[in-house]
């Protein structure tokens, strides 16, 4: 019983957990529920991503409604991959979520914050699972506005603007992506994806098809930070609470990454999309654009919160290079850097956190000398970090080298040595903050700091030591991508 | 114990060392002893190894897959063996050197610079062992890392900004040319593994197979060829024990080691003297040997001077490796192990004039052989090995390479060692007069009170004895580059 409903639990249980939450109105027996319902995730993901590699698809009709008449949830190995990923880092970061809250947050609000979190999760998971296109909007919509509000709730009074900036740009993106939903319906008559692409097969790619593909494509780039369009994101990561950019970094990207995957290969097709039209030089240029300007800007940044959130707008750039390359190798690259992404910069964002926690401030000078004041936090800090150089051993280094595979599958010699030199400007921002934190005396604001409380520091050195693990173990997320590539590139038709 | 045993304990020790020297900081003796009992351990698991290996078994680990065509294992072949032998004996006489120095001249920081260099150990003998190419990268890269802290350890703008010269270049040329050259490897030769004959042989064009040899060749930018060579001198700032091992035995040699690895094992030397894809290269270390003497012939401080003589020694080792015969290979990986002994000799003396009496240029130096006899006489040992006058081992590297240059009639080649031996004559014998024949000048009288601390005495002697025994009893080291040439 419990095993068939899963894919609803899945939703459902944080949706309700939200609402308990509001009731509460405690701030440690929300964290309460929020951690129960944390926990349970992972364990529904997992169910689902087991399923899936035993017996294939699973399709869930809501509400007893059969698609493509009612509301489908439909598990790949794409998304229960995503599920597993998400659920994972929220049970991740709720344990570190308490301390950092607390320091962070007014104790009248922390039962709301729990609230709009499972909400965020909520939304989140939803977009990954449902295999309809207007319930996708209305999950956007669930966590675009939780994230909107977390980000307001941040310390920093220019919070406020950066939510405000977001919201504005969000609402402009989600806007796009119903147009496009919208130019579909029109044409197919259905909002189920699957549904869609079969009937886009007997359907001659009309400029509608087009317009559509147009404009999901510039709605969801928005929620993906897809350089040009990420001018949202540093604001938004660098004044939100320490969790929640520790959060929206290591899973809200790759959710949207996810929707843009759905439709290009599952729904259009790599014919339509790749082979019609130029999307595949749109891309790539974006992709390096992305990899090569945002990684200068995060050189010059002086608030480490705001460097990272450049790089990981570079980051992103990987992902989507991936996408672009369209090849085996090139999209298990992508795929598996949206996990090995998500644990990188989830780890980095936590120990920046937990310096937050300390110092109360992330300004790279006042983190000199911090390496002899919170020598485990920094040392996961550098070894994440090395993870976004792409050093071997690390999680970075699997994904570079599918993505160099796939650059000289399609030929392009040129295409490998950019991405191996825009992972060199990574060292210079990685190396800036190893240079302050080791080799400078200690800074005034770090002058009392010390380790942060266990509750923060284990989790922090949970995904550090998983960067570390996947850099060698890769069944579990180079194996599963590349079966999602698979999957993927053979299409829907 | 089976080979794979010793392989993993040779790996381990080190790695566990690191970890135990972090464990035992509140007491220094006790995390000396550590670094110590380390060394000697490694030493003798190496020493284990070596046995089973001259003995004709075969040492291989197990490999573990992390993606596909992706490995990680380790298999031991003669020049791996030789370099493993020739980094952890040197690693035992550093560590009494370095226990000397540090204490000498109260450097800070002592416990993480203690546990860089086991780490450091750790990435050499991984080096030393890979079985292919990734491995080889892995441990490379490893390397690399855990060696900046060593470089920038003084924490001054000085040594920051070495650090970063010495970051940027080595990580810069592995990722940005050494890496695409493996990814394209992989591609065109579908293994990484390192296979006698040469796993890229007859498998792509001839102009493929040179870009791809240019990659390497520049993007294993230890091995100091110009112009990428600039990191080398930049790491001078660093603590002279780091200079001695890592800068004239660990990383430069891994460098050399892996461009002689990549020549015989990935392109084959037979494929690439058939299709003459590498004579740019004699040219390419040719011009490094000669430039790099000449400008070590202008340099004052004895460190830099030192730094631009392993430049120029380091590509003796490529341009050996690029004349393609057997015998000039045997060259090449005898000059890796007599090279690494001569020149911690000589990093030893400048270490030991600079703790007891602050000097570093050698300008100051008139007369000083008086105050500190061992040192300098140990400076004189090493300085006629690195300009090959027998009996020192550098004499032995020098021989097999001009040997191979004639019998191939490789005249460039020929004329580049007699110019450079001149030229090394030219910057190391005016030390030495300088050092015996004047009187002691003011620097000298000043500042030299007399040798440096027992320990480093004790180093600096016991490499210089071994660069004159090596000479003498040749017989491992020529028995393992026999080997490795099949000759």
């Known amino acids: 019983m419990i095993a068939d409903n899963l894919p609803a639990l899945q939703v459902v249980l944080p949706l309700l957990g939200a609402v308990v939450c509001a009731m509460l109105r405690r701030g440690t027996l929300a964290w309460g529920v929020a951690l129960i319902v944390s926990l349970l995730m992972p364990l529904c993901a997992i169910g689902l991503l087991l399923e899936v590699l035993e017996n294939g698809t699973i399709s869930y009709a809501f509400g007893g409604w059969p698609p493509p008449i009612g509301i489908e949830y439909r598990v790949d190995i794409i998304n229960a991959f995503l599920l597993l990923l998400v659920s994972l880092i929220g049970a991740v970061i709720m344990p570190y979520a308490k301390s950092s809250v607390e320091a962070e947050i007014a104790p009248e609000n922390h039962a709301w914050f729990y609230a709009i979190y499972l909400l965020c999760l909520c939304g989140l998971l939803g977009i990954a699972i449902t295999g309809d296109a207007f319930n996708v909007f209305v999950f956007m919509e669930i966590s675009s506005l939780a994230t909107y509000a977390l980000i307001a709730m941040g310390r920093d009074r220019r919070a406020l603007l950066a939510a405000y900036q977001y919201l504005v740009v969000g609402t402009i993106g989600a806007t796009m992506y119903v147009i496009g939903v919208g130019f579909l319906y029109s044409m197919t008559g259905s909002l189920n994806l699957v549904d869609i692409a079969g009937r886009l097969a007997d359907i001659e790619n009309s400029r509608a098809v087009m317009a559509a593909l147009a404009f999901l494509t510039v709605g969801i780039s928005l929620k993906l930070a897809l350089f040009p369009l990420h001018v949202w994101l540093p604001n938004a990561y660098a004044y939100a609470p320490s969790m929640v950019t520790s959060f929206l970094a290591a899973t809200a990207t790759k959710v949207a990454v996810y929707l843009l995957l759905r439709y290009y290969f599952s729904v259009f097709g790599v014919a339509v999309v790749f082979e019609e039209l130029p999307v595949t030089e749109i891309l790539l240029f974006l992709s390096l654009a992305a990899m090569f300007g945002a990684s200068i800007i995060a050189i010059f940044q002086e608030d480490a919160k705001r460097m990272l959130a450049y790089s990981s707008v570079a980051q992103i750039g990987y992902i989507t290079l991936g996408i672009a390359l369209a090849n085996q190798s090139g999209l298990t690259g992508g795929i598996v850097h949206l996990f090995n992404h998500a644990l990188m910069k989830g780890a980095l964002f936590m120990a920046l956190g937990a310096v937050f926690y300390r110092i109360g401030t992330v300004k790279i000078d006042d983190l000199a000398g911090l390496g002899k004041k919170m020598p485990i936090t920094m040392g996961a800090f550098v070894l994440a970090g090395l993870s976004v150089i792409g050093v071997p051993g690390t999680v970075g280094f699997v994904s570079k080298w599918y993505l160099g595979l796939g650059a000289f599958e399609n030929g392009w010699w040129w295409l490998a040595f950019l991405i191996v030199i825009s992972s060199l400007i990574s060292v210079v921002y990685v190396g800036r903050i190893v240079e302050v934190v080791w080799f400078r005396p200690i800074s005034q604001a770090a002058r009392s700091a010390k380790e942060p409380p266990l509750g923060m520091l284990l989790p922090t050195l949970l995904l550090t030591a998983a960067t570390v693990y996947f850099g060698f173990d890769t069944t579990a997320s180079a194996g599963i991508a590349g079966r999602a590539a698979e999957l993927l590139l053979a299409g829907l038709r | ?487």
Request: charged share 10%; proline share 5%.
């Open chain 2, 1 to 487: 114990m089976t080979g794979e045993m010793l392989i993993i304990l040779a790996l381990v020790i080190p790695a566990v060392g690191a970890g135990l020297i972090g464990l035992t900081s509140w007491n220094a003796n006790v995390r000396e002893s550590v670094t110590l009992v380390t060394a000697a351990a490694l030493f003798l698991v190496v020493m284990f190894i070596l046995g089973d290996v001259l003995g004709g078994q075969s040492v291989a680990t197990g490999a573990f897959e992390i993606v596909p065509g992706l490995e990680l294992a380790f298999n031991v072949e003669p020049l791996g063996m030789l370099f493993a032998c020739v980094a952890s004996t040197l690693w035992i006489v550093n560590s009494i050197y370095s226990i000397g120095y540090m204490r000498g001249n109260n450097e800070p920081r002592q416990t993480p610079f203690y546990m860089c260099f086991a780490v450091a150990l750790a990435s050499t003998i991984g080096i030393a062992f890979a079985a292919n190419l990734f491995t080889l990268f892995l441990c490379y890269e490893i390397l690399t890392l855990s060696t900046y802290p060593l470089v920038a350890h003084k924490g001054d703008d000085n040594a920051k900004a070495g650090g970063r010269v010495y970051l940027l270049i080595l990580l810069g040329t592995s990722m940005v040319l050494l890496l695409p050259a493996i990814i394209a490897t992989a591609v065109i030769a579908g293994t990484l593994d390192f296979q006698v004959g040469g796993i890229l042989a007859g498998k792509a064009p001839d102009g493929i197979i040179a870009l791809l040899l240019a990659l390497y060749i520049f993007g294993i930018g230890k091995a100091a060829i110009m112009p990428l060579h600039w990191w080398l001198p930049a790491a001078m700032v660093a603590p002279t024990p780091v200079s001695a091992l890592l800068h004239a035995v660990a990383v430069v040699k891994a460098g050399v080691f892996t461009v002689v690895k990549v020549i015989v094992y990935v392109f084959g030397v037979d494929a690439l003297a058939r299709a003459g894809n590498a004579e740019w290269l004699v040219w390419v270390a040719g011009f490094t040997v000669i430039t790099a003497s000449i400008v070590a012939l202008r340099q004052d401080n004895l460190k830099k001077r030192l730094a631009y003589s392993t430049v120029s020694q380091l590509s003796y080792v490529v341009l050996a490796a690029s004349i393609l015969t057997p015998i000039s290979i045997v060259g090449a990986a005898m000059h890796i192990a007599a090279h690494a002994v001569s020149k911690i000799t000589l990093f030893f003396a400048a270490g030991s004039i600079y703790t007891a009496s602050r000097l570093t240029e050698i300008s100051q130096l008139d007369g000083i052989g008086r105050r500190m006899p061992w040192t300098m006489a140990a400076f004189a040992i090493g300085a006629l090995s690195m300009i090959g006058v027998p009996p020192t081992a550098g004499f032995l590297g020098k021989w097999f390479m001009l040997t191979g240059a004639m019998n191939t009639g490789q005249w460039v080649a020929v004329a580049v060692i007699i110019v450079s031996t001149l030229l090394n004559a030219g910057y190391f014998l005016p030390i030495i007069v300088q050092a015996f024949l004047k009187p002691p000048g003011k620097d000298v009288k000043a500042h030299a009170k007399g040798e440096a601390p027992i320990p480093i005495v004790i180093a600096l002697t016991a490499t210089a004895g071994g660069t004159v025994l090596m000479f003498l009893f040749p017989d491992i080291p020529l028995a393992l580059a026999r080997l490795l040439a099949g000759v």
